[in-house]
């Protein structure tokens, strides 16, 4: 049983829309990001995703490219997060989702990173450009360390792959609730109720969604669906707007406070 | 690797060239792409598409295009016979229309009503707008704005053909940044939309596909030197970027032993990091933008800057098939500097009467060296890729600039 596992099966059990943050690591700092993810632990989100900074993120939306460039500028690495998380891994009570694309973690040897990813209590990983069909050795390998394989699903995702998909990932399903790159929107779109419907037939495993959610009305409409909503962009926005300023940590706490409200 | 219906080299049914190759990309756009590669597979299976693509090929872009012997570049190169294939003088004046009016096509037959398109030189961006002209589709293409400053003759002609051209100025505004925003787009819009992309990179079917509707130049070049040779060349040599002028002139020769084949990518000013584009010299393997294959990254994975004097040269990854083709000695990638590019740029034009892309005269440079290797009564067959038209601004630029220093 997993920590992610564990996560949900008290989501469930409380009969509550869980939530999961992302956040990209190294904007502003490694060791601010540090000092968030205890903060929005603290909050109570209920699985932290920790966005590894990549030189092209081809599927991201301006806010996360911009997040990237700064921690890219601040010299933000994999090697780097998987330290940070190693220093705050016994303060944060959730579990943690490394979310990266292939690249940097082929750099650093599949081997490698997954000894290291085990090693300071990663949870789980999301690769983004790593679809189902790609991730037979990624799988294995963080199958036998113990580590979730999360996939990412679409409204353009076939029922096929969708089982394909439940078969194969582990820990949740993280369903996109609706197409283009990730960015903060005014609604969630009708798209996300097609998706879940669709998943809920052909699997049990937990599901998330995510893509445009930046209000508790957002959360809220998602819980209706789907186990928890996941907010990024408008979360990576707050600590953009925040980032030199000494109450940050402040800002990003009560946002994510106010998301589950 | 399996072989297909036509009895030639296919990836295998995941897209893979050996280790290299693949479907690298985010979710949203896998059903698009599987659903692109059944269509793809499809119509080239259906006489009509063939058809109907060799009357644009051979009415509107003007193929086959001409194998010219250059005897006076021959004997200045020391003696061997070099015979170009002139792809320049293609309608749009280089080789990415054969691939442009293929996709263009298939977007029609899947009744796709946009295009979007990413390009470096700007030739591609051309060759897209000039399709979309044609047969009627909506066209945006990507271009970093770096090269829009570079190519800005050729930015002109795309608005001309009723293209939109978006400036992308993320990234190092350059080639792999007007991919991913091209990739962005395309996830947004994957009904209405097909993305053309031009070179034989990104995720299987495009390296495939762009091989295949490119192959017209190497099937025609062989054909040509025999009947002007009187035998197969001794070597083929060709610029890469991501490859498609390489791959489609190498392709018709993969299967003759005797003919070596030589890819020649951009030095830049040296192969240090940032300064250069030849990815076998300084790169590792790696995936970018949809494909696992050679790439210019850093100790941590990220993308490094590249520089060439030519846009379409100006590229962080190689196609997969010429990673798998390195990978198996079949072919073999030297280099060729941006001031050896310049001489070749000058010396085409004076002894044959030829401006070549820059692009192009990367393998033009390259010659000398193969003369030398090869030794007099070689036969060497270059693909002249593009026309230099749109290149002659910066050469004047950097011509007035190295007299400067010189006095």
């Given at each position: ?8 099966r ?5 009969k ?80 943690i ?65 969708i089982?394909?998909a ?96 | ?6 009895g ?46 060799d ?8 193929r ?39 996709q ?95 070179s ?15 192959s ?10 025999l ?7 001794d ?25 070596r ?51 379409g ?13 390195e ?48 030794g ?27 007299d400067?220093v010189?006095?």
């Amino acid at each position: 049983m997993s920590r992610i596992d564990d996560a949900f099966r008290r989501i469930r059990a409380e009969k509550r829309t869980g939530l999961i943050t992302y956040v990209t690591a190294g904007d502003p700092s490694l060791a601010m990001t540090a000092d968030i993810l205890k903060r929005i632990d603290a909050a109570g989100a209920d699985v932290l995703e920790v966005g590894v900074p990549f030189s092209d993120p081809l599927a991201d939306g301006p806010v996360i490219q911009r997040a990237t460039e700064r921690a890219l500028a601040g010299g933000a690495t994999l090697a780097g997060v998987l330290d940070m998380i190693a220093g705050v891994r016994s303060d944060i009570r959730a579990p943690i989702v490394i979310f990266s694309y292939a690249n940097p973690i082929l750099r650093m040897g599949l081997d490698a990173f997954v000894s290291r990813a085990r090693e300071v209590g990663v949870d789980g990983v999301l690769t983004l450009d790593v679809p189902p069909e790609e991730s037979g050795e990624w799988r294995r390998r963080f199958r036998s360390a113990g580590i979730d394989t999360i996939f990412l699903l679409s409204p353009t995702t076939t029922v096929e792959r969708i089982r394909r998909a439940g078969a194969l990932g582990s820990g949740f399903l993280y369903g996109i609730s609706r197409l283009g790159v990730t960015g903060a929107r005014e609604t969630v779109a009708d798209s996300a109720e097609a998706l879940a419907v669709r998943v809920r037939h052909e699997t049990s495993m937990p599901l998330a969604l995510g893509f445009g959610v930046s209000r508790p009305e957002h959360v809220r409409a998602i819980g209706q669906w789907a186990d928890a909503a996941v907010v990024g962009s408008a979360l990576v926005n707050v600590i953009a707007e925040h980032g030199g300023k000494p109450d940050l940590l402040d800002q990003v706490e009560r946002y994510v406070r106010w998301l589950q409200s | 690797m399996s072989t297909n219906w036509f009895g030639r080299r296919d990836p295998d049914a995941r897209g893979y060239f050996g280790e290299f190759g693949g479907r690298f990309v985010p979710e949203t756009l896998v059903a698009p792409i599987e659903a692109l590669e059944r269509e793809y597979l499809d119509a080239r299976r259906d006489p009509a598409f063939s058809t109907e693509l060799d009357r644009l090929l051979r009415h509107y872009v003007g193929r086959p295009t001409p194998l010219w012997e250059a005897a006076r570049l021959g004997t200045a190169c020391g003696g061997v016979r070099v015979f170009l294939k002139r792809e320049d003088l293609t309608h749009t004046g280089a080789h990415k229309i054969n691939n442009a009016l293929g996709q263009a096509l298939l977007a029609k037959r899947m009744g796709k009503t946009r295009i979007v398109a990413e390009t470096g030189a700007g030739q591609h961006g051309v060759a897209s707008a000039t399709a979309c002209a044609l047969l009627g589709l909506e066209c945006v293409v990507y271009m970093g704005t770096e090269d829009m400053r570079r190519q800005a003759l050729n930015v002109f002609r795309m608005r001309l053909l009723g293209a939109r051209v978006e400036g992308v100025d993320s990234g190092s505004r350059t080639l792999k940044d007007a991919i991913n925003e091209a990739m962005r787009d395309w996830v947004a819009r994957p009904d209405d939309t097909h993305y053309l992309l031009g070179s034989a990179l990104g995720p299987h079917p495009y390296p495939l596909m762009v091989r295949e509707f490119q192959s017209v130049i190497g099937r025609e070049a062989r054909q040509q030197c025999l009947e002007q040779a009187g035998r197969l060349p001794d070597a083929v040599i060709a610029c890469v970027g991501g490859g498609s002028n390489a791959i489609g002139i190498f392709d018709a020769f993969i299967d003759d032993p005797t003919v070596r084949l030589i890819g020649v990518e951009a030095g830049g000013e040296a192969i240090t990091p940032g300064r250069h584009a030849a990815r076998f010299a300084g790169g590792a393997a790696g995936i970018l933008q949809g494909t696992r294959t050679w790439v210019l990254q850093d100790a941590h994975g990220n993308i490094e800057p590249t520089h060439s004097i030519s846009a379409g040269l100006d590229y962080a990854a190689v196609g997969p098939e010429h990673a798998y083709l390195e990978s198996t000695a079949r072919a073999e990638y030297h280099y060729a500097t941006d001031a050896d590019a310049l001489a070749g740029f000058q010396e085409l034009a004076r002894l044959e009467g030829i401006i070549p892309a820059l692009e192009s005269a990367h393998a033009i440079a390259y010659l000398r060296r193969a003369a030398r290797d090869f030794g007099p009564d070689a036969v060497l067959l270059v693909n002249l890729s593009g026309r230099g038209d749109k290149d002659v601004q910066t050469v004047e630029g950097l011509l007035k600039e190295a007299d400067r220093v010189a006095n």
